[in-house]
């Protein structure tokens, strides 16, 4: 391919790290590009997430790829809506990084060890119930702002920890600010967290072959068994569900977690596949474990449990050092 692709991306520091990432290996692989930043609603619209809509990050991005401002767009793949999108080609998973959420503690503190009542900041309702579901003492508070923002209610006293995605912090080079990162049975992250989503028009044949050669199955496999809970759920990535597939020498395990907004109920799930053994291949057999586990999970009442009103909504913390809240929204 001869012409220079225009590879799409929000505007933050790490938005702009993960697409040069991408950037970086289609000019390894030998295809000319560049950056374009994309300004998107989820960077000037300070209400949370969940009241803004699924996809607040992602819908103006596909836009600019849509009319051709940009040739490929680079997505965190947990903020993509569930539904297939035939204007685009299939998504392309490059290698995916650590999916837990870790803990950003005042003086090394772990949860364990935070002291009661402690003050602890995150907006991602899947996080506040599980985090309530550990420590129902603990003074939960929403957040607004980039990863230094978030990180600095901690420097500044405001709060005694935050929980943020480990994959955002070492993609900006700060994972060891991190004093604890969850484990498996400690706090499920959201579905494809870590992963990246590269994405190309469905009719420009030259961009999707040129992207094909970023794609690692063994990460695309845990992503679409982690997606397919997700959507036979019928919830979006707001929704108070965790879910952390792995892959260990072709046996695929997913780990799966619905729960109630407040955390007082929560219902775990885990089940397992070998994925040589499918009829129609990996990828169909990750397919079928997430349609599985959502069943289990459904079948134990999680839609209801999941659709329960949400705790009241208290004002997001400014830093001590600011008058105005920061110009954007959650971004890991």
């Not at 919830?235 to 952390?244: D, E, K, Y």
Request: hydrophobic share 40%; charged share 25%.
């Amino acid at each position: 391919m001869s012409r220079t692709l225009k590879v799409g991306t929000r505007g933050s520091a790490l938005a702009t790290t993960q697409a040069g990432h991408v950037r970086d290996a289609l000019i390894a692989a030998g295809h000319p590009a560049e950056l374009v930043i994309v300004r998107t609603r989820g960077d000037v619209v300070m209400a949370p997430v969940e009241r803004i809509g699924v996809g607040v990050f992602t819908m103006e991005l596909r836009s600019a790829l849509e009319r051709g401002d940009c040739d490929v767009a680079v997505h965190s793949y947990k903020d993509l809506p569930t539904a297939p999108d035939d204007r685009f080609a299939p998504i392309v998973v490059p290698p995916r990084v650590d999916p837990s959420d870790v803990l950003i503690a005042r003086d090394g503190l772990t949860l364990a060890t935070l002291p009661q009542g402690a003050r602890v900041g995150t907006s991602a309702p899947r996080r506040r119930s599980q985090l309530a579901a550990l420590r129902p003492d603990l003074d939960l508070h929403p957040l607004r702002g980039n990863i230094d923002t978030r990180m600095s209610y901690v420097t500044s006293g405001d709060l005694d920890a935050v929980v943020l995605a480990a994959a955002g912090l070492d993609r900006v080079g700060v994972g060891e600010r991190a004093t604890q990162r969850f484990g498996i049975d400690e706090m499920l992250p959201a579905p494809a967290q870590g992963a990246l989503a590269v994405e190309c028009r469905a009719d420009d044949s030259g961009a999707a072959e040129a992207i094909a050669l970023l794609d690692h199955l063994p990460s695309r496999i845990r992503v679409i068994a982690e997606r397919r809970l997700l959507a036979e759920l019928e919830a979006g990535c707001t929704a108070p569900v965790g879910a952390r597939a792995e892959l260990d020498g072709g046996v695929l395990t997913l780990h799966a977690v619905a729960a109630s907004h407040d955390g007082s109920t929560v219902l775990h799930a885990e089940g397992t596949t070998a994925t040589s053994d499918h009829p129609d291949g990996p990828v169909a057999a990750a397919d079928d474990l997430g349609r599985r586990l959502a069943a289990d999970l459904l079948a134990r009442g999680a839609r209801d449990l999941m659709t329960d009103t949400s705790p009241e909504e208290r004002a997001p913390l400014v830093p001590k050092e600011s008058t105005t809240a920061p110009p954007t929204v959650p971004e890991t």
